[in-house]
């Protein structure tokens, strides 16, 4: 079964500074990868997927993550950090040719500071 | 606004009653699914339905049920309801039954006490 780990339940950050959320996964088979946000008293919001293709994958709100095979990684970076920046960011792992349903990792909250 | 809607926002009930929490998904979107988000498990999968049949079954309790009607609408029914069953119910929705990425609704928040 897969799983997904997240390092670090909170991330603190200055405005400005690099943003980095890093998520290592399990899983047998190559997986198709996704970040998801969620603001306070809202719903997820996807940011970015990893399915096939460039292991380079650009999102919405300047957000990006590199799909290391090796590593087993799908690490989110953002060069700046924004005040709106801030919420829970959650990394999903869906291994391909199996169930649809992905696997979420338990969430980092990402805090920036002024 | 997502377009995928979840009614109640709040909701607060006794310990054995029984609730019902309804979701409408985004239009054209014929795949619903329900996670509950918890601090202690995280988001976990409960159930999916795809165009009225149930898909996929995940760590749903035998006091949970769920079910989808003809106009695409799901309701999560909870029942016999325990202090740690207080969460943050989801629902999300995608057009097909294995799509990447879902529309999640802001949730209903379930404060059992």
């Known amino acids: 079964a897969q799983s997904v780990t997240q390092l670090g339940s909170h991330v603190s950050v200055s405005e400005g500074a690099l943003v980095l959320l890093r998520c290592n996964y399990s899983s047998s088979v190559p997986p198709y990868l996704f970040w998801y946000v969620q603001y306070p008293n809202q719903g997820l919001q996807l940011l970015l997927k990893y399915t096939t293709g460039a292991t380079l994958v650009k999102g919405i709100n300047g957000f990006e993550a590199e799909f290391k095979k090796s590593e087993t990684s799908f690490h989110l970076t953002k060069p700046s950090a924004h005040m709106s920046d801030a919420a829970e960011y959650f990394c999903a792992v869906i291994p391909s040719g199996g169930s649809y349903i992905p696997t979420f990792g338990r969430g980092t909250s990402l805090i920036v500071h002024p | 606004d997502s377009g995928v809607t979840q009614t109640p926002k709040h909701l607060i009930t006794a310990t054995g009653q029984r609730v019902t929490l309804r979701c409408s998904p985004r239009?054209?979107?014929?795949?619903v699914y329900w996670y509950q988000q918890s601090l202690d498990q995280g988001l976990q999968f409960l159930i999916q339905y795809y165009n009225g049949e149930e898909r996929a079954k995940g760590n749903i309790l035998e006091r949970f049920s769920a079910q989808q009607f003809p106009d695409l609408h799901s309701e999560l029914n909870l029942s016999s309801l325990e202090l740690g069953d207080s969460a943050l119910y989801f629902c999300?929705?995608?057009?097909?039954?294995?799509?990447?990425?879902?529309?999640f609704g802001s949730g209903t928040r379930l404060t059992v006490v």
């Open positions: 999300a929705s995608s057009v097909g039954p294995s799509n990447y990425g879902y529309t």
């Open positions: 239009s054209g979107d014929l795949s």
